[in-house]
Every structure is written in C-alpha cells, then in structure tokens.
C-alpha cells in the first residue's frame, strides 16, 4: 500500500491487508463509500462530522486526484477524517476490511453494466448481502441511490428478501451532499431510485417485518 497523493492510499494486486488508523482495534466504526468520483458527498459528510472516520474508494486517477484537493483544503480546513483508497471495490470490502467495521455504506449511482452478460461485474450481487452482515456493526445502513430502474430492483430484491435486514427511510441528500451524478439527472429531471436497510441488531433473530408502501423512493426535479 503507497500514498500516492495526500490522502490517497492505493492497494496494489499483491496486497493481502489493508492496515488504516481508522481499522485499528477500538476505532470508531467508518462509514465507506464505494465509487465516490469527485468526492463531492463524502467530503461534505466529513467536513460536517468531523469525529467521524469515513473511507472512499475509487479507481479513476484523475477524480481521485480532485478528492485528494478536497480532503486538503476542506472548507474549514484539511479533513483529517477522510481518506479515499483506490482499489477494485469488491475486492475491498470482501477481502481486505475486518469484521464489524462499518457502520454505514453509500452505494450511489454504481455502474449498472447494463448488458446480461455483463451483470456478474455488477458490485452489489446476492452474495454482497452475506458481506455486508460481516463488516457492519449491528445497526449498520446500507444506502442505495441510482438512476437505473432495472439495477434498482435487483439491490432491492436482494436486501428485502434477507431477513438479516430490515428496510428504513432513505437518505435523500441536501444539494452540498448531492453528488456530481446525482445532480445532472435531476437537472434533466430523471427519476433517481433510493432506498436503505439496516442490518438487525440481532445476527440471531430475523427482522420484525414493517409495512413499506411501494417499492420505488424517487426524487424528481420538475422542469
């Protein structure tokens, strides 16, 4: 593992840990988001939490290279609790994070690799439920936001049917925490798709079921 930039980490193949500060014995549980392009929600998340440890991770260098500017000159200085990791995203969170280490997830507006044979590149499969059920703390938030109906359902699909989680009102971002994506399709008012479930408290016990309305939280923003 090398700090490429100020706050950058980056995992290389032959890497088998990833040994933070904030993943040390004892330490808060993180909240990560995974794919978080400019870094434009989970900085402002930071600047506003500042005892909070978050992670982000990415892969593109040159949004990394703005993340890194962000965490840097924060609005009331630099963010000593963020850092962003750029590493293949399913690799990290199965292989290299330890258990009941998070306490929140943002999942928002993934690739959705929309082509059938391209589904399995997919980050949120079925198995990721078994994943998340060991890297959260009890309580812990998976948060889904994205544009693509299909890919929605299927997130949707996975976690609803798991009695390890129960679904809980979604997070529906200020403009500060909105992220680049996000706000292009409601400048074009396109439905955005969201949605969030909690791990139960108890790993023994299948959730109490609740009554949910409808399937779909959408935000749209009226031409």
Same mark, same amino acid.
């Given at each position: 593992? #090398?700090?490429?930039?100020? @706050? %950058?980490?980056?995992?290389?193949?032959?890497?088998?840990?990833? +040994?933070? &500060?904030?993943?040390?014995?004892?330490?808060?549980?993180?909240?990560?988001?995974?794919? $978080?392009? #400019?870094?434009?929600? %989970?900085?402002?998340?930071?600047?506003?939490?500042?005892?909070? &440890?978050?992670?982000?991770? +990415?892969?593109? =260098?040159?949004?990394?290279?703005? $993340?890194?500017?962000?965490? /840097?000159?924060?609005?009331?200085?630099?963010?000593?609790?963020?850092?962003?990791?750029?590493?293949?995203?399913?690799?990290? /969170?199965?292989?290299?994070? !330890?258990?009941?280490?998070?306490?929140? =997830?943002?999942?928002?507006?993934?690739?959705?690799?929309?082509?059938?044979?391209?589904?399995?590149?997919?980050?949120?499969?079925?198995? =990721?439920?078994? /994943?998340?059920?060991?890297?959260?703390?009890?309580?812990?938030?998976?948060? %889904?936001?994205? *544009? @693509?109906?299909?890919?929605?359902?299927?997130?949707?699909?996975?976690?609803?049917? *798991?009695?390890?989680?129960? +679904?809980?009102?979604?997070?529906?971002?200020?403009? *500060?925490?909105?992220?680049?994506? +996000?706000?292009?399709?409601?400048?074009?008012?396109?439905?955005?798709? @969201?949605?969030?479930?909690?791990?139960?408290?108890?790993? =023994?016990? !299948?959730?109490?079921? %609740?009554?949910?309305?409808?399937?779909?939280?959408?935000?749209?923003?009226?031409?």
């Amino acid at each position: 593992m #090398n700090e490429i930039l100020p @706050h %950058i980490l980056e995992l290389k193949d032959d890497d088998k840990t990833f +040994e933070h &500060p904030f993943l040390a014995p004892g330490a808060k549980p993180i909240e990560l988001e995974i794919g $978080c392009g #400019n870094g434009r929600f %989970i900085a402002a998340r930071a600047t506003k939490n500042p005892d909070q &440890p978050y992670l982000a991770v +990415e892969r593109m =260098m040159e949004r990394l290279r703005r $993340c890194s500017r962000k965490a /840097v000159n924060g609005e009331n200085g630099e963010l000593k609790n963020l850092d962003f990791v750029r590493v293949e995203a399913g690799r990290f /969170v199965r292989e290299m994070l !330890p258990d009941h280490c998070v306490k929140a =997830m943002y999942l928002f507006f993934p690739d959705p690799w929309p082509k059938r044979r391209h589904h399995k590149n997919r980050f949120f499969q079925r198995e =990721m439920c078994d /994943v998340l059920t060991r890297i959260f703390v009890p309580g812990g938030i998976m948060y %889904i936001s994205t *544009d @693509h109906e299909e890919y929605y359902k299927e997130m949707y699909k996975y976690l609803s049917e *798991d009695n390890r989680f129960t +679904e809980i009102a979604p997070l529906i971002r200020e403009e *500060d925490e909105q992220t680049d994506f +996000e706000r292009l399709f409601l400048s074009k008012g396109d439905p955005i798709y @969201h949605c969030a479930f909690q791990l139960c408290n108890s790993r =023994m016990q !299948p959730c109490a079921l %609740i009554f949910i309305p409808t399937l779909f939280r959408l935000t749209k923003r009226q031409k």
